[in-house]
């Protein structure tokens, strides 16, 4: 987990989507983490690494489950 995460986002949707997040979605996503981290924060008796793991690991399920990724053409 070295990259920033901006880059983590771009290298996500590039694996997921097979293209870069538009400026919409990049913000979108970036209120996601950031309610997450505040959810895990709060909810969880973790620390910063493990709240890190948790808010990506809800990022990568929510995307594997958008309809753009499930959709087959």
Known sequence: MTQNPS???ETLFVSTFNRPPS???LMLTKQF???QRDL???EKNLD???VTESVWTDLCL???NSNEYLYVR
């Open 23 to 25: 400026s919409h979605e």
């Open 33 to 35: 983490i950031e309610k």
């Open 7 to 9: 880059r983590r986002l």
């Open 48 to 50: 910063n690494m493990q």
């Open 40 to 42: 895990h924060k709060s």
């Open 62 to 64: 929510a995307t594997m």
